[in-house]
């Protein structure tokens, strides 16, 4: 079920209602909650479910095996069965072919001829981020930072929580699981900004990302027929499609989780104003990279001697699986590669900013803060290019182009009123997260103490945006992963 | 909680009204589907040549030129097999005179995709039959309303709204018989360019190659149905592939073509009821006559009429 679809538009009052009847039954309303999680991840395709209540019951049970275990060996065989059931799950169902085609490539390079069949696998939605959220589980657990719960049912909320199970924002079972454990009551502040997130979310998704989208697809896939400048054009625009589309999703699923009196954290902090790479990673899907410096680099650090040249090898580890984490390409291996290299310049450069909010209380960012926003965000604009691309090939011939004689060569035909107006929301997009972006999401403190016209206008204006300007609908691009 | 909840319904119900208001309105003005439904509905005992299927017929070819027989073009733009097929038996029990129905077949489009687990084929304008021609598909409830379906985009619906009611503005595009007749050879698109992006869309809605013969089974299984059903009342069906320019032509995989052509060729050999004629490479045809790659335009709609005129008239002959 889509956040955007009229499907969902039903489905959350109803849940909502239902939820809030029970508000004295902490074990109903949770009930309540994986019952309706289901029903909304078996929209898709309810074989989906099978999996989901599986990597439960394995982790449930790897978490009372801890529990009851105090033997250092068995407590190892019980993390180590988790983990690998469920990056076993997530390596069958989403790097199978992968690893065959690569393997079969190789051995026909070496003179073997290797004719395996493929697989005709169907990706589960979102077995990326609940495949990391359980994981997150076993391993607190044996790590004895969290004690493992008891009750199925809060844990089986926790692991498929509607609002967050396709595409994160990556819980914690440290942050998330105690609030199943604990009585939630209504709160009416708390449930006002769910909504004005989730309406911000619903802006970002709906009129920047579905507007950008019918560009990017035309330009990505005609690419040999446009100059450089359009090409040009075609990877910011996707700089914003994507960010439009999946910080969007992540606004609405924080949104509606607060409607049912939970905190998720926050996975988006304004990552276009970000001045190198280092704040950029700090503020761009903060619940994937902090899961993976917390459970893969911080391990990785203590593990080995402590020098420069083993930081610099767990950084390009990093960040190479933070990439193959998106899909089973080369194109994001590639990606995630270049991430890491432009990490590891900031560490080497001296420029430190005191706050990680560029001009923190003031109105606009000083000329050298503006330069480095600029020149992270184009190089960013340029890495996703490969990320976008089909193959390797296709992005090394997207990017030649752009530097070809036809980057000063303006493509008439592409110039439509349309592409003026998402030029111009985008515009207006990036004023209104700038005056934001001290705030959780951009909107959160705007116009809150206004009149209430001024405010309602306001909230009314964005309301028209998403019904009145909004793209042709488009899947949220961080399903695939 | 109650403050919540009247805060909420105080500050949506103006929305919802909003909705209303204009689905009501948008639906009050005159449409294809609505045109087309109501002549079938009062005129389809009369009608003895019946034009089907997607835009090569309705910008394609136009009635008037029918000289012989009583002839109504009811195809539309993105109208696939299925839905004619759906039309054909919404109506049976009308069709007192019918003769023939004729279909384009372009070979790419046997090769289009249906909607996921259901039968249907792709189409983004499926709720409009559901609201207009009253087809009873098995739809999500989404489509069960203009501005809740996919396809509607509030500001060219407040647009039409606008030019229908303020400025008595006519937006219809299609004659008294049914025939397009907005594809005007002045406003000609660029044929070189419109074949490449579609063929190369073409290529995109239909299934991948390893899967191109589910799909083409998809697609000819809809179209024996309609054979058995032409040959269950005896009704000549025409089928034909439309002129398509070069530029398309030639940027279509060979083997899907072949493949499209050879599939044609068993199913319409084993009906007696059914004839095909291809004119997808015929010469007559010259870049004069096309709108875009893919479409004739008025001059291309009244010299491929004529041809199919006299091939219905010659089918009787015999």
């Not at chain 1, 929209?43 to 095996?65: A, E, H, K, P």
């Not at chain 1, 939630?184 to 802006?203: E, H, P």
């Not at chain 1, 019918?214 to 896939?221: G, S």
């Not at chain 1, 340029?382 to 303006?410: E, G, M, P, Q």
């Amino acid at each position: 079920m889509l956040f955007n679809s009229i499907d969902f538009a039903f489905f959350l009052p109803i849940i909502f209602f239902l939820y809030w009847i029970f508000n004295k039954n902490l074990k109903l309303q949770n009930f309540i909650i994986v019952i309706s999680s289901y029903i909304f991840y078996g929209w898709w395709d309810w074989r989906f479910l099978l999996l989901i209540v599986f990597s439960t019951l394995v982790d449930y049970s790897v978490g009372q095996g801890l529990l009851n275990n105090n033997n250092q060996w068995k407590r190892k065989l019980l993390l180590w069965t988790s983990i690998s059931v469920n990056l076993g799950l997530l390596a069958f169902f989403k790097y199978y072919n992968f690893f065959l085609y690569n393997f079969i490539t190789a051995f026909s390079f070496l003179g073997a001829n290797i004719k395996p069949g493929a697989l005709n696998i169907i990706l589960p939605v979102g077995i990326s981020f609940y495949t990391f959220q359980t994981l997150s589980y076993s391993i607190d657990v044996y790590k004895q930072k969290l004690k493992p719960t008891k009750d199925l049912i809060a844990f089986s909320a926790f692991v498929s929580f509607f609002p967050q199970l396709v595409a994160g924002p990556i819980e914690r079972a440290t942050h998330l699981l105690p609030q199943f454990e604990t009585n939630r009551k209504f709160n009416y502040s708390k449930s006002i900004d769910g909504i004005k997130q989730i309406l911000w979310g619903l802006f970002k998704k709906i009129v920047i990302a579905d507007n950008c989208a019918t560009f990017v697809n035309l330009i990505f896939d005609n690419s040999t027929e446009y100059s450089g400048s359009t090409l040009l054009l075609g990877s910011v625009l996707f700089c914003f499609q994507i960010y439009g589309d999946f910080s969007g999703y992540s606004d609405i699923a924080i949104g509606v989780a607060r409607l049912f009196g939970f905190n998720l954290r926050q996975n988006f902090a304004f990552p276009y104003f970000s001045r190198n790479f280092n704040e950029f990673w700090k503020k761009w899907h903060i619940s994937l990279s902090s899961w993976f410096r917390d459970y893969l680099f911080i391990p990785l650090v203590k593990s080995g001697k402590i020098n420069a040249w083993t930081k610099i090898k767990n950084i390009v580890i990093l960040f190479i699986i933070t990439g193959f984490w998106h899909g089973a390409n080369w194109t994001f291996i590639f990606w995630g590669f270049l991430h890491a290299l432009l990490f590891i310049s900031t560490i080497f450069t001296k420029k430190k900013y005191k706050s990680i909010i560029p001009a923190k209380g003031k109105n606009l960012p000083s000329c050298r803060e503006a330069l480095d926003i600029l020149k992270t965000f184009f190089l960013f604009a340029f890495t996703l290019i490969i990320f976008r691309a089909n193959t390797i090939k296709h992005a090394y011939d997207y990017i030649s182009d752009i530097f070809s004689s036809t980057l000063f060569v303006i493509d008439k035909h592409i110039i439509s009123p349309n592409l003026i107006f998402t030029v111009q929301i985008i515009l207006f997009f990036i004023i209104i997260e700038w005056y934001g972006r001290e705030s959780k999401y951009a909107i959160e403190k705007l116009g809150s103490k206004w009149k209430p016209f001024f405010r309602y206008s306001y909230y009314y204006f964005i309301v028209f945006l998403i019904l009145f300007y909004g793209g042709q609908t488009q899947q949220f691009i961080y399903f695939q992963f | 909680m109650k403050k919540f909840i009247f805060k909420i319904i105080f500050t949506i119900t103006p929305i919802l009204l909003l909705l209303v208001i204009i689905e009501v309105l948008y639906r009050d003005i005159p449409n294809v589907y609505k045109y087309k439904k109501k002549y079938l509905d009062n005129h389809s005992n009369e009608i003895e040549t019946l034009i089907l299927g997607n835009s090569h017929n309705y910008y394609g070819i136009n009635p008037i030129y029918f000289s012989k027989y009583n002839t109504f073009n009811a195809s539309y733009i993105v109208q696939r097999t299925f839905f004619d097929f759906e039309i054909l038996k919404k109506y049976e029990n009308n069709f007192k005179k019918l003769k023939t129905v004729i279909l384009p077949i372009i070979p790419m489009e046997l090769f289009f995709k249906k909607i996921e687990n259901t039968g249907i084929s792709f189409n983004p304008s499926i709720h409009k039959y559901r609201i207009y021609y009253d087809l009873k598909l098995p739809i999500k409830y989404g489509n069960y309303f203009e501005v809740t379906s996919k396809m509607f985009r509030l500001k060219i619906g407040l647009s039409d709204i606008y030019n229908y009611l303020v400025k008595n503005k006519d937006l219809m595009t299609t004659t008294e018989l049914g025939w397009g007749y907005n594809f005007y050879s002045k406003d000609a698109k660029d044929l070189e360019r419109t074949g490449e992006h579609m063929a190369k869309q073409h290529t995109d809605i239909s299934y991948p190659m390893n899967e191109l013969s589910t799909g083409i089974k998809y697609n000819i299984d809809i179209l024996e149905s309609i054979l058995k059903w032409c040959q269950k009342r005896n009704i000549q069906l025409f089928l034909y592939t439309p002129p398509i320019y070069e530029s398309y032509r030639k940027k279509i995989n060979p083997n899907r073509e072949e493949l499209a052509f050879r599939s044609l060729k068993e199913i319409t050999s084993k009906y007696k009821i059914c004839t095909y004629t291809n004119l997808y490479d015929n010469l007559d045809f010259n870049e004069n006559d096309y709108y875009d790659a893919d479409h004739l335009s008025e001059i291309g709609a009244e010299k491929l009429s004529k041809i199919i005129n006299k091939k219905i008239i010659k089918l009787y002959e015999h």
